[in-house]
């Protein structure tokens, strides 16, 4: 059994309303009835509960994945320049000129490399991946821990 009930909507919640009907080729009266039965619903609050605690699961994860990925790095750029400082000599005053220029040059060709590699899509990390037989990047599994491969 049906009862009809008569209920006055914003204008622009009416015209969003038809939209969707029309859009989705339902009677508005279906529309408005699901959306009734899914407020009034009692595990209406515990649904959204559990897919939001599932959106922010995985938004930590890949907080976790992201954080353990920067960490790698810093490391690495530190284990590098520590090394490079210990085992480069000073250079001497005559020499410090053209070397300085040098390494301008070089600098701007670095920064270009990194753009050219940027513009095409492509990381260093896809690239070892593919080299290492994981896949594209989200078609591997989540990292291990331990794992230096990233």
């Known amino acids: 059994m049906r009862i009809k009930h ?3 909507l914003p204008a622009d919640l009416s015209v969003r309303l038809a939209d969707y009907a029309a859009r989705k080729k ?21 649904r959204l509960e559990a897919a939001l605690a599932r959106r922010l699961d995985r938004m930590t994860r890949q907080l976790e994945r992201m954080e353990r990925r920067v960490t790698i790095s810093n490391e690495s750029i530190a284990v590098f320049v520590r090394f490079w400082l210990t085992s480069t000599p000073p250079l001497p005053d005559a020499a410090l ?11 701007d060709g670095f920064i270009e490399a990194v753009g050219r590699r940027l ?4 990381t260093l990390d896809d690239e070892m991946r593919l080299d290492v037989g994981l896949g594209e990047r989200g078609q591997d599994a989540p990292d291990p821990p331990g794992n230096l491969v990233t």
Do not use: M, N
């Open 119 to 122: 513009a095409r899509g492509k």
């Open 26 to 46: 339902v009677p508005q009266a279906l529309i408005v009835e699901t959306a009734l039965a899914s407020f009034l619903s009692p595990d209406g609050p515990e």
């Open 6 to 8: 008569t209920i006055r």
């Open 97 to 107: 000129a053209a070397a300085q220029s040098k390494g301008r040059e070089r600098y």
